[in-house]
């Protein structure tokens, strides 16, 4: 088990599973090499219920670094915990894609639509 220890540089290594957080090292389930965590925070639209947050999860969950999803459906915001191998633009595309399109955004009609069938999608994959 390893403790929390300063780091040099980013490709530094430690003797356990660990992540790169500023200087400091956390556990967590990944291996090595150490990687960089990044916290992205996006204020979205549209989110309605479990199943819109289900179907959030399991898109971003899907892409290469994304390492953990928390969505707080009464403040409309999603939370991920990355590598740092994407950008923040790539998350925002993906929700909007979804139909949950970052506050301040144009959220028409058709977004809205698309809100929807994500939610439906995430119903179904929620009961298997």
């Known amino acids: 088990m390893c403790a929390p220890v300063r780091l040099k540089t980013k490709n530094d290594f430690c003797q356990g599973n660990c992540y790169f957080l500023g200087t400091v090292l956390a556990k967590t389930e990944h291996s090595f090499p150490v990687r960089i965590m990044k916290t992205e925070t996006i204020l979205v639209e549209n989110i309605k219920c479990g199943g819109c947050m289900n179907s959030i999860k399991q898109r971003l969950l899907g892409l290469t670094g994304v390492l953990?999803?928390?969505?707080?459906?009464?403040?409309?915001?999603?939370?991920?915990?990355?590598?740092?191998?994407?950008?923040?633009?790539?998350?925002?595309?993906?929700?909007?894609?979804?139909?949950?399109?970052?506050?301040?955004?144009?959220?028409?009609?058709?977004?809205?639509?698309?809100?929807?069938?994500?939610?439906?999608?995430?119903?179904?994959?929620?009961?298997?």
């Not at 144009?106 to 069938?117: G, R």
């Open 68 to 128: 953990s999803i928390n969505i707080n459906k009464d403040e409309s915001r999603v939370t991920i915990d990355h590598t740092g191998s994407l950008k923040r633009q790539v998350f925002v595309k993906e929700l909007t894609h979804m139909g949950y399109p970052e506050v301040g955004s144009e959220n028409s009609l058709l977004t809205q639509a698309k809100s929807y069938v994500s939610c439906a999608v995430g119903r179904l994959s929620e009961e298997k």
